[in-house]
């Protein structure tokens, strides 16, 4: 792909090794929910490759839903408290949900999500991350599907930005300044 002046992407996860990850997530995820009314939540923006990957390989009925947020800025980072800028569109009453999310760092956002969507009368919530940067954890959240542990670098693709851009890069990839 085409880069910004001055950056170089160097692929981190291939493609093809997301592709093989996410069909052995589906299958999983199809067994695991199986018989029960599952709606696939979808953390805007980053998760939006993922889930639509992620949606076709389970092999189940289930619904999609989306909500984004935002953090209050750096006063409240440490805290955790985010603000919903974009709500579910339907309830979640009897539904079991799991929640989509691209990557892990610290923990803080999906913390929040996932207290808060406890509280909206699901029957379970439980979390899917694509990527998971162990090392950077400041809070305890529980990723019940994991695609990849990586190491503590920014990256961008399959979803993931940097100031908006390489979202649509099929790799997960670290940039680098050249
Ligand atoms: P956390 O609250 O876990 O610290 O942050 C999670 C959010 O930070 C992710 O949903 C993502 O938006 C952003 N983020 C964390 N690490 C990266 C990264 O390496 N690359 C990009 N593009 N975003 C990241």
């Known amino acids: 792909?085409?880069?910004?002046?001055?950056?170089?992407?160097?692929?981190?996860?291939?493609?093809?090794?997301?592709?093989?990850?996410?069909?052995?997530?589906?299958?999983?995820?199809?067994?695991?929910?199986?018989?029960?009314?599952?709606?696939?939540?979808?953390?805007?923006?980053?998760?939006?490759?993922?889930?639509?990957?992620?949606?076709r390989a389970i092999d189940l009925p289930l619904a999609v839903d989306f909500m984004a947020v935002s953090s209050y800025g750096m006063s409240t980072k440490s805290s955790g408290v985010v603000r919903i800028v974009k709500d579910l569109d339907n309830s979640l009453d009897g539904k079991h949900v799991l929640v989509v999310e691209d990557i892990v760092d610290t923990g803080l956002t999906l913390n929040y999500i996932y207290g808060h969507l406890k509280s909206r009368g699901a029957m379970s919530v439980k979390i899917c991350a694509l990527l998971d940067k162990v090392s950077r954890r400041q809070v305890a959240v529980p990723v019940h599907y994991k695609g990849f542990d990586i190491p503590d670098e920014f990256v961008v693709g399959y979803g993931l930005d940097v100031e908006e851009r390489y979202r649509n890069l099929p790799d997960v990839c670290r940039v680098m300044k050249s």
């Open 1 to 55: 792909m085409r880069t910004a002046a001055g950056e170089r992407l160097e692929v981190l996860v291939s493609s093809q090794d997301i592709k093989t990850r996410v069909e052995q997530l589906g299958k999983r995820i199809s067994a695991d929910y199986d018989g029960k009314d599952l709606v696939l939540i979808g953390i805007l923006k980053g998760s939006f490759v993922f889930i639509a990957d992620l949606a």
